[in-house]
């Protein structure tokens, strides 16, 4: 199971738990394993009891380590200064949460772990891509509170949601808001602990030793009791009207808006102010009750919100009566619904009590749907699709959060010290005693990564390439990452050896049956490209049974193309380059038959492809691949004499060619070292050019308006000298 950290924005011990301290719980109850880490505060703190005590606290605790709260959590307490991100604080912020960081990783042995962060300044605080994955969970809008730095929690939340792998959101307006910005967004809606507050319908349980004197029916109100959120104003007139009710109020007052006053209630004998209680006792105090409230006002912190505590009263079978927020719209059928008007809650209150709302059956069933254990397993599961999760079982040497833990372990420094001990025998030109070295190193410590890459290293100088593929597929199987293979790729050009002796060695490499796809997927790519620069006909026809392999098995799986790993681990971004270095080979044979079939595959591919289902780094970087692909469609098309195919293909590159113009994908176009823009609008308009109508046939365009077009697939960019290769790719065809 996975190691995850979790960024909150709320301490782990506050009285009030909110969806930080419940999903910590959910994810370590499904398996994984949580460092929580206490809030590092969006503000800057007040002068109050509230936030003095809070510092008090984090002073007391930042000095130690992480502390195990229950099987599978783990809390960190790191000193931070309160709201400061940017200067000498934030960077002292920075340095304090990342000692924090490897102090855990020193004791927890972090491996591969994901951040799961409800902090929108994650990013000033944590280099992101040292994680394995990224998700923001996004609960309300934080920024609308009293007191926060609103603009600039609104920007780095937009970042952030444009940065992060996956984003789940928890009302309509918060998805409505977000969502665009990221390809891996979902909208989840809140939930409860059914289980924890459905204790409220055990037969005799105890009414609560401070449960006050009451007359009549009892109305409940538990959470935070803050001015910006409930509507005072018409509270106060409701209760001023119903003097025969008993009001109970659980929660602390103006916690997060000072600006809270309630001391007006005083006046009224039948309300009552009990202040926090532990979470432990709340089903008690619900068991009591006979309508539980929830008396919102609609302003912009409401309508992106989705109370939690609308479903733990669901579960405690109290009847509910809430304000009509969009969050709950849908919710209609299980709760009473209304404006917030005196006159409209008296009535849905009385109507509550009369027990003509919504049955008991009903409210217990929609509660058992909106659990944070199910809720958490559904989260889990859009991140297995997406391509997110660690591998299961977890490598025995997957990589540690800090590297330079394992740089500094025993294993990696013993290794490199005899290392440079073979070093010495090489220059007294002793190869064969330093591989037997090597060797009875290795018999002694069969899983030492650093040694496994030399002796891969080693194999692959002298030319045993099955040797070397071998020992590549037990660093792989010990650490899952291949680090040796990566550098191996991507120094190829300063390998030993000819060409050919490259391409031995990618060919032995894509045969293996125990790398992951995308290593065998990109080694197929590179021997492919090598063959056809070889004019190896036989290494081609290699090439191009290969790569169908892969792409049968890219096709047949339903979640490549919702894949958001980055770079070549995306598995969409691989079946789109394995087409394209397909369709490259089998024009490199003259093997237009089977061209024309690849070149219909693609065109059913391509209809499946969606921009904006990838992450937008390889979105833009997948374009001029996919444009490519669809330029020897279209030619395709237009060799077959078949204008409607011609057409469904342009239309598809004319599809793809707006969405990279999208917004979403500004920022990182203007970064990129090819202009992929650019690419698409060039080959887009001169293929709009070439279309002709099925009653027209002979208004087919020559083949010289194709020669542009097709070589832009074959070249960057574009030179008089180089048109002879399209030149001579059309003839091949039997264009005019």
């Known amino acids: 199971m996975a190691d995850i950290v979790l960024l909150a924005t709320s301490d782990w011990d506050h009285p009030l738990w909110t969806n930080k301290q419940h999903v910590t719980c959910a994810l370590a109850e499904l398996g994984h394993r949580v460092l929580y880490v206490d809030s590092l505060g969006v503000r800057a703190p007040r002068v109050d009891r509230s936030d003095s005590g809070r510092i008090l606290r984090r002073l007391r605790r930042g000095f130690r380590g992480p502390r195990q709260v229950r099987p599978g959590v783990w809390v960190m307490s790191p000193l931070v200064l309160p709201g400061q991100t940017r200067g000498w604080a934030g960077l002292l912020n920075r340095w304090s949460l990342n000692l924090s960081l490897l102090v855990a990783d020193c004791l927890l042995d972090l491996r591969l772990p994901l951040l799961w962060t409800f902090n929108p300044q994650a990013r000033d605080y944590l280099r992101l891509s040292r994680f394995h994955a990224v998700v923001y969970l996004c609960v309300d809008r934080i920024q609308a509170q009293p007191g926060m730095p609103v603009q600039p929690l609104e920007d780095a939340e937009r970042d952030l949601c444009s940065l992060v792998n996956a984003l789940f959101t928890t009302s309509p307006e918060l998805q409505a808001s977000l969502g665009p910005l990221n390809a891996g967004s979902h909208g989840f809606g ?51 009207r119903t003097p025969h009710w008993t009001y109970l109020f659980i929660g602390p007052v103006g916690e997060t808006d000072p600006s809270t006053d309630v001391s007006t209630w005083k006046r009224f004998p039948h309300v009552h102010q009990l202040g926090p209680r532990p979470y432990a006792s709340l089903p008690a105090y619900l068991a009591h009750a006979d309508v539980a409230l929830l008396p919102l006002q609609i302003n912009d912190y409401t309508r992106h919100m989705y109370p939690m505590k609308f479903f733990e009263y669901l579960a405690a079978g109290r009847p509910v009566v809430a304000t009509a927020i969009p969050a709950l719209c849908d919710q209609g059928d299980v709760a009473l619904l209304c404006e917030p008007e005196v006159s409209a809650f008296e009535a849905a209150i009385q109507q509550a009590l009369a027990g003509e709302g919504p049955s008991l059956e009903h409210r217990l069933e929609r509660a058992q749907l909106h659990t944070y254990r199910t809720r958490t397993q559904a989260m889990l599961d859009c991140l297995s699709q997406h391509g997110l999760m660690p591998d299961e079982p977890l490598a025995p040497q997957a990589p540690r959060y800090f590297h330079l833990l394992t740089q500094l372990g025993r294993p990696h420094l013993s290794a490199q010290l005899r290392l440079a001990q073979l070093r010495v025998l090489e220059s007294l030109g002793q190869q064969q005693w330093a591989e037997r070295c090597l060797r ?148 490199a044979l003259k093997d237009t038959a089977a061209l024309n079939r690849a070149s219909c595959d693609l065109l059913v591919i391509a209809r499946r492809y969606d921009p904006f289902a990838t992450d937008r780094v390889t979105a833009i970087s997948m374009t001029r691949s996919v444009m490519g692909c669809l330029t020897i469609a279209a030619v395709m098309a237009w060799h077959a004499g078949d204008p409607r195919r011609f057409d469904a293909v342009v239309d598809e590159m004319e599809r793809l060619c707006k969405a990279c113009h999208a917004d979403r994908f500004d920022v990182i176009a203007g970064e990129t070292h090819e202009d992929h823009r650019g690419f698409a609008d060039a080959v887009v308009a001169r293929l709009q050019a070439c279309r002709w109508s099925v009653s027209e046939p002979s208004a087919r365009p020559s083949r010289h308006q194709l020669v542009d077009p097709v070589q832009r697939v074959f070249f960057s960019d574009l030179r008089r000298e180089r048109a002879a290769k399209a030149e001579s790719f059309l003839q091949s065809l039997g264009l005019r």
């Open 190 to 240: 809140n939930v409860a602990d059914a289980t924890h507050f459905g204790q409220a319908l055990h037969a005799g349980l105890p009414r609560p030793a401070d449960w006050p004197a009451t007359k009549g029916p009892v109305l409940i109100f538990i959470g935070a009791i803050d001015a910006y959120k409930l509507d005072l104003t018409m509270l106060e007139a409701l209760m001023e």
């Open 440 to 587: 009875r190193w290795l018999v002694r410590e069969p899983f030492n990564i650093t040694l496994l890459n030399d002796l891969a290293r080693r194999r692959f100088a002298q030319g045993d390439h099955r040797e070397g593929r071998r020992v590549i597929e037990r660093v792989w199987k010990e650490d899952g990452e291949a680090e040796i293979l990566h550098q191996l790729l991507s120094r190829r050009r300063s390998l030993q050896g000819s060409r050919i002796d490259q391409l031995a060695m990618l060919d032995e490499l894509a045969s293996s049956t125990v790398l992951p796809i995308h290593f065998v997927g990109y080694c197929r790519m590179v021997c492919t490209y090598l063959a056809i620069d070889a004019k190896d006909v036989a290494a081609l026809r290699r090439g191009v049974e290969g790569l169908e392999v892969i792409l049968a098995e890219l096709e047949c799986d339903p979640d490549t193309f919702r894949c958001l790993q980055p770079k070549r681990k995306n598995r969409a971004k691989l079946l789109i380059s394995a087409h394209l270095t397909r369709l490259r080979a089998l024009i």
